[in-house]
């Protein structure tokens, strides 16, 4: 058995196109992968999607995405080292951002995109004025590290009013649909 050091499960997934777009996420339970590859078909599936702990090489694509889940306030570091690292890269590229937060299990809505997309990855990024959404997300507590686990079963009492448990509230349609508003875009 063979294994290559560039592996890229997702490699295989796009529909043939002649745009090179690509769709980068960094996620902790898997609400934001979920969310790139649902991007990504809304985009018809012409997106291939990776996940930043592959460091993929995207120079050769005209078109990004990028996106990640969101913990205090930030996406991870692999995520904002990646970005720093290959700004030069993939500046002019960017074409929308999108970060998923459980947000207390309450509706996200215009002071999240503020300060999670404005003043968070658009930043990074040094982006602006391009498509970007805040999805809600999912905690599985099976998936979480125990130190992280431990300190937001002592915190969520007090953010949501309850205990924590695991829930999703991340939905497919509207990963769809910010999918197809990232098309109609490239298309113009």
């Not at 694509?61 to 700004?87: A, C, M, P, W």
């Not at 890269?89 to 951002?97: C, F, G, R, S, V």
């Not at 002071?111 to 959404?133: F, M, W, Y």
Request: hydrophobic share 40%.
């Amino acid at each position: 058995m063979a294994f290559t050091n560039n592996a890229s499960a997702l490699d295989y997934y796009p529909t043939p196109s002649d745009k090179k777009c690509a769709v980068l996420f960094a996620t902790w339970c898997g609400s934001s992968r979920d969310a790139a590859v649902w991007i990504s078909e809304g985009m018809g599936g012409i997106a291939d999607v990776f996940d930043v702990r592959e460091n993929p090489d995207l120079k050769s694509f005209d078109h990004i995405v990028i996106g990640g889940s969101i913990r205090s306030g930030v996406t991870r570091k692999e995520l904002q080292d990646y970005i720093t690292k290959n700004k030069g890269a993939l500046k002019n590229k960017i074409k929308a951002l999108f970060a998923v937060c459980g947000n207390g299990e309450k509706a996200v809505g215009p002071a999240q995109k503020t300060a999670l997309i404005d003043n968070h990855l658009a930043k990074l990024c040094e982006v602006g004025n391009i498509p970007s959404r805040v999805f809600n997300g999912r905690i599985t507590k099976a998936l979480l590290d125990p130190a992280t686990r431990k300190r937001m079963e002592e915190m969520y009492p007090n953010f949501a009013g309850k205990q924590l448990e695991d829930y999703d509230l991340l939905k497919r349609a509207d990963c769809l649909a910010f999918g197809r508003e990232i098309l109609a875009g490239m298309k113009q």
